[in-house]
């Protein structure tokens, strides 16, 4: 009667769990796997360990991949900062907490700290589950999955990796609201070889926003980037050009 009850308390937590994090697993078995901390198993090979192995690559992988494709101008010493940033402990155990994992997890006797689990097991049980996600559903499956929890980290993580590079900014802005990539036109220039100034617009599509000037072309192109980040909010511009 007592292992009963347990298969059906057990089969329970299973589908709260489902229901919580949107996703149906069609073997449920790999979904038991990822909840189970070394703890409540009763071998080390029994627990998520070597499902939480699997999943922090596949968190690795997706990331890398969003960062590529949604970034295009940054380099590879900032993709790097921003993945490590976004794929985080402090970030898995975040979204546990989040998505009440903690209520799920199977954990040995005295593991649970007021119906809570530690924020070590949180974090790792977010990484198992992805594997675990990944395994049932495949790539596409665990991608969705990902980005709905790790795409608004992706997003506010890459935009203060880059504050203050107002053309990044202006680039994903024009290629996410005008589906184009922003042009920078030399405009003007003046003084000696030595100490020349430069006097540069942003373009996107058909639209030129307002010229800045700057000692190098660098600062002129950051400051017509700020410029036209203005004029697309409503804003007054930042720099005058005459």
């Known amino acids: 009667m007592q292992q009963e009850l347990t298969t059906h308390r057990e089969s329970e937590i299973l589908e709260d769990c489902q229901k919580a994090i949107s996703y149906v697993f069609r073997q449920p078995e790999l979904l038991r796997a990822a909840l189970t901390h070394t703890s409540g198993a009763d071998t080390r090979l029994a627990s998520n360990e070597r499902l939480e192995f699997l999943g922090d690559a596949i968190l690795g992988l997706v990331t890398c991949e969003q960062l590529f494709h949604r970034f295009p101008d940054y380099q590879e010493g900032e993709l790097t900062k921003v ?15 989040v998505l009440h994992l903690g209520e799920f997890v199977f954990l040995g006797k005295g ?8 924020s070590s097991i949180m974090e790792d049980v977010f990484e198992s589950l992805v594997a675990a996600i990944y395994l049932d559903g ?3 499956a665990v991608r969705s999955f990902i980005l709905i929890h790790l795409g608004p980290e992706i997003e506010r993580v890459a935009e203060e990796a880059h504050a203050g590079n107002f053309k990044s900014i202006l680039q994903q802005v024009a290629q996410r609201t005008f589906a184009h990539t922003p042009q920078y036109h030399l405009l003007d220039e003046k003084g000696p070889d030595h100490s020349k100034c430069f006097k540069i617009s942003a373009a996107i599509g058909r639209h030129r926003y307002a010229a800045a000037w700057g000692r190098t072309k660098k600062e002129a192109e950051q400051k017509a980037a700020q410029n036209a980040l203005a004029q697309i909010r409503g804003e007054p511009i930042l720099y005058e050009s005459d």
């Open 138 to 140: 495949g790539l596409e």
């Open 83 to 97: 993945k490590s940033a976004v794929v985080s402990r402090r970030t898995c155990a975040r979204i546990s907490k």
């Open 111 to 118: 593991m649970h700290v007021d119906n809570h689990a530690p």
